[in-house]
C-alpha cells in the first residue's frame, strides 16, 4: 500500500485547488442554478482567492447562456414539454404564464431574484413566444446585474465573516455556559424536592 500515498488535504491545497478551478466551477454551477455558488465566490473574491470582476463576468457569461438555451428550447419545443408536466405544476405553470402575459418585460429582467423560477421562466418565455430578438438583449442585461448583485452580497458576507465568526465563539460560549447552568438548576429543583 506504500504506493498508494495521498497527501494531506491542507487549506494551502484547497486554495490552490480553488485558483485553479474555482472559475470553471463557478460556470458550471451558473449553468445548473447558481445562487449559491455565486455567493460561495464572492465571498472567495474577498478572502483573495478569487477576483471579485472575474467572478462577476463568469457568473454573467454561465447565466446569460443558461436562460438563452432554456428560452430557445422553450420556443421550439415548450408546448409540447408542457403538456408531459404532472396537473399539479400545469397551476403553477398557468399562474406563471399569467405573470408573464401581465409584466413580460419585468418578468424576464426580475426572475433571476425569484428562487426556484429561474429554470422555468426562460421555457416560459420561450413557449409563449415572448419577442426573442427583445430577449436577446434584455437576457444579458438581466444576468449582469443578477452577477453583480449576487457576488456582491457574497463579497460583503466574506466581509463580515471574520467578525461573525469571533461572535459565534462566544455565542457558543454562552450556550455552554447557559447549558451548565441549566443543568445545575434541574439538579438541585431535583434534589430540594426530594427534601
Known sequence: MTWLHLQPITLDLIIAFLKSYGYLIL???????????VIIAGALAHAGVLDLPT???????????NDQVLYQV????????VL??????RRHVNQAEGLIRRFGDWVTLLFRFVYGTRTITPLLLGVHRYPPRRYLWMNPAAAGVWAAAI??????????LRPLLHHVQSAQMLLLAGVVLAILVLWWRKAHKRQ
Not at 460556470?27 to 455558488?37: H, K, N, P, S
Not at 408531459?84 to 405544476?89: E, M
Not at 456582491?152 to 466581509?159: D, F, K
Request: glycine share 18%; hydrophobic share 50%.
Open 74 to 81: 422553450g420556443y421550439h419545443y415548450g408546448e409540447k414539454l
Open 151 to 160: 457576488a456582491g452580497i457574497g463579497y460583503l458576507l466574506g466581509a463580515s
Open 27 to 37: 460556470f458550471i454551477g451558473t449553468l445548473l442554478e447558481g445562487e449559491a455558488v
Open 55 to 65: 467572478v462577476i463576468l463568469v457568473s454573467w457569461l454561465g447565466s446569460t447562456i
Open 84 to 89: 408531459y408536466l404532472p396537473r399539479f405544476l
